[in-house]
Each structure stands twice: as structure tokens, then as C-alpha cells.
């Protein structure tokens, strides 16, 4: 038991310097992102052609990345996710310590809901091809983040209430807007994934009735078999590792079965060439 108490607080550590860089370096990869969305819409919709532009190439790269990777941007190198996080853990320890029940939506819900993220992608990307983009900009709380982020306090008030509703939001449900409402984890769920970075699973030795790693996963996934085949349900993976952590029986596992430590190595590779990628482009 200490040892795997060991493990879990090392890769807990590396979790925490991973998105401690991204979160102070390179906050505004998302937003890059996105506005390459927003750019190729706005050039279908005049009927021009796109050109390769730092928005453009941003997107594309963070496509490719996560085709390869799996959704380690959203996991790791997403400021507003990392905020979230923060938010939620720092409420549910207190609550904990108050002994309090934690809040939250149930599974069921959290299943139903997680349709609203297609629902704001389909409308912001509508306001972009009827060139309605600024007010994305505008009131996004995003933009709003950013400013917060970057100490400057002059924000557009609707994109505040935005803000400060999805913040309460956070508080309460583990990932709220990562898995209900975040445009580009839309696109990311949609996505293939490389077999070699997906999360796998050996269910025959499982302790019965253990649902650990559902519990811990903020998407409550039920992980398949790994002899299953692929899951409908891993597109809503964020690549956390927590249920990798969390497995009593190390059955949970990236590539190596058994090996808890073949996670804690890739998501240091993974770091690594992601802030690599950053630096080249810029970001």
C-alpha cells in the first residue's frame, strides 16, 4: 500500500510541474487554436481560400497532436481546464473537510449533457459564417480569463457573468466546462486516437464490484476490455491518468500491462514535445 501511495504522489508531482508550465507559459494556446476554427469558416463563408496562417497552423498542429496523443492538450496543457480543476478540487476538499457530500450531476446526466458541447460549436461557428466572430470575441469568457490571467482587469461585463456562472459551474461538477460546453473539446471527442495512447483496460481480474476508475475519471468513463476493441466512450477521455492511479489492481494501463509507471514516462514525453511544438510556433 505505501508504495502505491508513492507512485500515485509521483505522478500527482509530475501532473502539477506539467500544467503549472502550460498554465504560466503558454496560456493562450486554446484561443490560437480556436481562432483557426473561427478563420476557416469566416474564409468558406466569402468564398476564399484559406491561407496558412499562425491561427491555421496552431489548430491544425493541436489536430495532429491530439490524433497521435490522445486529448493530452485538455488533460494537461489547457489553462481554463487546469482552472477548473483547481476550482473543483479546492471546493470538494473543503467540502471533505467539512464532511460535507460532494455535489455534482449524476452519471446519467453528465451522459445527456455532454451534447451541449456540440450544441455551442454549432452555434459559434454559425455566428462566424454570418460574420458575427467579433461577438465571440467580445463576450467569450475566454477573453475574459485571458485578461484575468494576464492581471488586467478591464473585462466586457456580459463576458463576466459568462465567467463567473461557468466558474460556480466548475466548483460543483469536476470538468463542467471541458465536457458540456468546450467548443474545441468537441472537435477533440470527434477525433481519432492513436491505438498506442489510448487508455486500456484488462477487466477479467477485476475486484467485483469495483468502479474506482469510473468514480475518479472526471468524464465518469466506464472503461471497455481491452480485448473489446475500441470504446464509443474514450473520445471523452482527457488522458489524466487518474484512473491509471487509482487502479488497485494496476489493470488500467498505456501500452505496458501492469506498469503504472509507462503513463508517468509518457506524459513527460508528451510534455515535452508539446512545449516543444509551443516554442517553434511561437505560442
Not at 457530500?101 to 461557428?125: C, D, I, R
Request: proline content about 2%; some cysteine; aromatic content about 14%.
Amino acid at each position: 500500500m505505501k508504495q502505491m501511495k508513492s507512485k500515485i504522489s509521483l505522478q500527482q508531482l509530475i501532473q502539477g510541474i506539467i500544467r503549472a508550465v502550460f498554465f504560466f507559459f503558454f496560456p493562450a494556446v486554446f484561443s490560437i487554436a480556436f481562432t483557426g476554427v473561427k478563420y476557416m469558416i469566416e474564409q468558406m463563408a466569402a468564398g476564399k481560400s484559406f491561407e496558412l496562417n499562425s491561427f491555421l497552423i496552431a489548430f491544425l498542429v493541436v489536430i495532429g497532436f491530439t490524433v497521435v496523443f490522445g486529448r493530452f492538450f485538455c488533460g494537461f496543457a489547457c489553462a481554463f481546464g487546469t482552472y477548473g480543476d483547481v476550482l473543483y478540487e479546492g471546493a470538494n476538499w473543503f467540502r471533505k473537510n467539512r464532511k460535507k457530500k460532494s455535489l455534482g450531476f449524476s452519471v446519467k446526466t453528465g451522459n445527456y449533457l455532454k451534447y451541449g458541447k456540440y450544441v455551442v460549436l454549432v452555434v459559434l461557428l454559425f455566428m462566424c459564417f454570418v460574420g458575427k466572430s467579433g461577438v465571440i470575441g467580445t463576450h467569450s469568457p475566454w477573453t475574459v480569463f485571458s485578461r484575468l490571467h494576464a492581471w488586467k482587469f478591464s473585462v466586457d461585463m456580459i463576458g463576466l457573468l459568462i465567467f463567473v456562472v461557468l466558474s460556480i459551474a466548475m466548483i460543483v461538477e469536476k470538468r463542467f466546462f471541458c465536457r458540456f460546453i468546450c467548443p474545441l473539446g468537441a472537435i477533440f471527442t470527434m477525433l481519432p486516437v492513436m491505438p498506442f495512447s489510448a487508455i486500456k483496460r484488462d477487466r477479467q481480474n477485476c475486484i467485483k464490484g469495483c468502479r474506482a476508475c469510473q468514480i475518479k475519471c472526471p468524464a465518469n468513463i466506464n472503461i471497455a476490455d481491452s480485448r473489446e476493441g475500441d470504446n464509443d466512450e474514450m473520445g471523452e477521455c482527457f488522458s489524466c491518468g487518474k484512473c491509471v492511479a487509482i487502479c488497485p489492481k494496476s489493470h488500467i494501463y498505456m501500452n505496458v500491462r501492469g506498469k503504472k509507471e509507462a503513463f508517468e514516462y509518457a506524459m513527460v514525453i508528451k510534455a515535452v514535445i508539446l512545449i516543444g511544438i509551443c516554442l517553434l510556433l511561437g505560442l
